[in-house]
Structures are given as structure tokens and as C-alpha cells.
């Protein structure tokens, strides 16, 4: 099973600032398959990126991804207040399919 | 837009089968590539993925559920399902149903309790 974990647990950080969020995979990534998700109290997880560095319909262009291997980083470039929220990533290349264990971004 | 709406008991005793199953909207749940995937939730926690199941029928499940889950789909009536058995306070959660990863439902709440 891959391990997908997450760095940092939590990120405070104002509106406008650019937040990276990373996640390291205990072994290579079948063909980049990688996602990440934005998820809200109350909310099901909504898809950001796939494919690693591929924006989801709709999913505004200050979101970005990045990485290959076992290394992967989702950015946000201003945030906004929307944005505030936890975000997984997950891997869909190799049976079981595994979440990384989310990291919170918060207000500073 | 294709849309998913997770159904289902909301209180299920210890050693029961917990029973799901998710209605597919607006489009065909044989039409494309997809998989079709059932994921929980424990309050305040991460995302677990339990398993998923292609058109063909084809499943793949989480090993640490794998001996308890059986994922199945009904073509017919556009829906697939989660089936869970002997249930403990630990499979208490959020169990949602996504296509894939680009749709998902909005969840149910599932509580395990005598």
C-alpha cells in the first residue's frame, strides 16, 4: 500500500499570501496519478487537481499542482477567503487507492 | 451534470450489515471509463477509501476491509452498493459515493449503536 503524507498538518496564513502544500509517497506514483482535494466543514471533498498538475472543471487558475514521483505540491498562489479549508491529496494508480492525511489552512 | 445521492439506514446495530447504496443522475453509470468508489469519514478525521467497482463489475477494496466489504452494481438502475458486515462503533462515519474522483455525493451519516 502507498502512504501518502502530508506536510505541514496545519498552515496559518493571511488572504493574498501563497500557501505550498506537499505530499511525499512511500513509493512512486503510478503514471502521476495523483489528486488533490479541497474540503469545507459540512462539505464532500471537491476534486482540484488530477493527473498531478491538471485543474479540475471549473477550478480556478490560482490553484496549481505540481510534482512526479513521490513527490507532489499543490499551490495556491493569493488566497482567498474561500480557500480556507483542508486539502487532501490521494493517489488512484495502485490498488488500494490511498488519501494522504489532509493539511488544514487556516486564518493567520 | 452527472450527480450522486448516497442512500441507506443512518442507525446500524453492532455485528449487522451496514447496507448503502448510490443513485447515479443524469448520466449513465455504464457510459465511459469511470470506476465508481465508496469512501468514509469518521467525525473530525481523514478520508478512508474502501473500494470501488468498474461497469464490468470488477472491484478492488482496501485490505483492511476487504474480509467485511462487498461493493456491487446494478446497471439496470443506474446505482451501485456498499455492503459492510459485522459492523463495530469503529465503521461509525460519513460514507460518501464518488465517480471516480471528479463527483461525489453528499454523504451519509452512518452511526453503529445498540
Known amino acids: 500500500e502507498i502512504v501518502l503524507t502530508q506536510s505541514p498538518g496545519t498552515l496559518s496564513l493571511s488572504p493574498g499570501e501563497r500557501a505550498t502544500l506537499s505530499c511525499r509517497a512511500s513509493q512512486s506514483v503510478s503514471s502521476s496519478y495523483l489528486g488533490w482535494y479541497q474540503q469545507k466543514p459540512g462539505q464532500a471533498p471537491r476534486l482540484l487537481i488530477y493527473a498531478a498538475s491538471s485543474r479540475a472543471t471549473g477550478i480556478p487558475d490560482r490553484f496549481s499542482g505540481s510534482g512526479s514521483g513521490t513527490d507532489f505540491t499543490l499551490t495556491i498562489s493569493r488566497l482567498e477567503p474561500e480557500d480556507f479549508a483542508v486539502y487532501y491529496c490521494q493517489q488512484y494508480g495502485t490498488s488500494p487507492l490511498t488519501f494522504g492525511g489532509g493539511t488544514k489552512v487556516e486564518i493567520k | 451534470q452527472v450527480q450522486l445521492q448516497e442512500s441507506g439506514p443512518g442507525l446500524v446495530k453492532p455485528s449487522q450489515t451496514l447496507s448503502l447504496t448510490c443513485t447515479v443522475s443524469?448520466?449513465?453509470?455504464?457510459?465511459?471509463?469511470?470506476?465508481w468508489s465508496w469512501i468514509r469519514q469518521p467525525a473530525g478525521k481523514g478520508l478512508e477509501w474502501i473500494g470501488r467497482?468498474?461497469?464490468?463489475?470488477?472491484?478492488n477494496y482496501n485490505p483492511s476491509l476487504k474480509s467485511r466489504v462487498t461493493i456491487s452494481i446494478d446497471t439496470s438502475k443506474n446505482q451501485f452498493s456498499l455492503k459492510l458486515s459485522s459492523v463495530t462503533a469503529a465503521d461509525t462515519a460519513v460514507y460518501y459515493c464518488?465517480?471516480?474522483?471528479?463527483?461525489w455525493g453528499q454523504g451519509t451519516t452512518v452511526t453503529v449503536s445498540s
Open positions: 467497482i468498474y461497469t464490468s463489475g470488477s472491484t
Open positions: 464518488a465517480r471516480k474522483g471528479d463527483v
Open positions: 443524469g448520466g449513465s453509470i455504464s457510459s465511459g471509463s469511470y470506476y
